[in-house]
């Protein structure tokens, strides 16, 4: 099993960034295909980007791409999404998950292990 700890969420203005870090627990993180996904309130939970075990292999989801970049240190035991050019309609809980199967998947039911989330908020 792996936990999941992601920090780096609060408020930002529109057109600002910020960088997101999900640490993970034990000594198998680099076994895992890591996601990020978002909720805002009201609406299902989107897929905003994954990566592959060796960090080789990316997906995003085309409202992010261009402005989103997700990365791991198998080292540090730790998945990243450094957010750019952010817009009011990027708020939202932002969640990491983890899976040991599917590469790069966009689909939430493919993720095993989710973190608590953490709050990002966009302001006009």
């Known amino acids: 099993q792996v936990q999941l700890v992601e920090s780096g969420g609060g408020l930002v203005q529109a057109g600002g960034s910020l960088r997101l870090s999900c640490a993970a627990s034990?000594?198998?993180?680099?076994?895992?295909?890591m996601g990020w996904f978002r909720q805002a309130p009201g609406k299902e939970r989107e897929f905003v980007a994954a990566?592959?075990?060796?960090?080789?292999?990316?997906n995003y989801a085309d409202s992010v791409k261009g402005r989103f970049t997700i990365s791991r240190d198998n080292a540090k035991n730790t998945v990243y999404l450094q957010m750019s050019t952010l817009k009011p309609e990027d708020t939202a809980v932002y969640y990491c998950?983890?899976?040991?199967?599917?590469?790069?998947?966009?689909?939430?039911?493919?993720?095993?292990?989710w973190g608590q989330g953490t709050q990002v908020t966009v302001s006009s």
């Open positions: 998950a983890a899976n040991r199967f599917y590469s790069t998947s966009e689909a939430p039911d493919d993720y095993n292990y």
């Open positions: 034990g000594r198998t993180f680099s076994s895992y295909r």
């Open positions: 990566i592959s075990r060796s960090g080789g292999s990316t």
